[in-house]
Nanobody
Framework: QVQLVESGGGLVQAGGSLRLSCAAS????????MGWFRQAPGKEREFVAA???????DYADFVKGRFTISRDNVKNTVYLQMNSLKPDDTAVYYC????????????????WGQGTQVVVSS
């Protein structure tokens, strides 16, 4: 069993930055790819970014150049640095681990956090 706890969400003005964290516990963290998803009001949850145990990364097109995913295998934590935020980035952001889909983009991850709210004002 894996527990994931996100933090770092909040209210920020357009153009600002936030750094989300996801602390993992329950088993060896470094062995699993980790991902970030988001769900905006009235929309389906969508893939944002993923990072492999090798620290290779993958991003959704709409965040490339603005968001950076990273991981600290000693602290069992994955991060999402979000820069140049837009009102369209407003969503609940979820951390996930243990993907069943090697593309990372589907909802087929075994473990999810509770989410952290990000609101970007115009």
């Amino acid at each position: 069993q894996v527990q994931l706890v996100e933090s770092g969400g909040g209210l920020v003005q357009a153009g600002g930055s936030l750094r989300l964290s996801c602390a993992a516990s329950g088993r060896t963290f470094s062995s699993s790819p980790m991902g970030w998803f988001r769900q905006a009001p009235g929309k389906e949850r969508e893939f944002v970014a993923a990072i492999r145990w090798t620290k290779a990364t993958d991003y959704a097109d709409f965040v490339k150049g603005r968001f950076t995913i990273s991981r600290d295998n000693v602290k069992n934590t994955v991060y999402l640095q979000m820069n140049s935020l837009k009102p369209d980035d407003t969503a609940v952001y979820y951390c996930a681990s243990d993907p069943r889909d090697t593309t990372f983009r589907s909802q087929s991850w075994d473990y999810w956090g509770q989410g952290t709210q990000v609101v970007v004002s115009s």
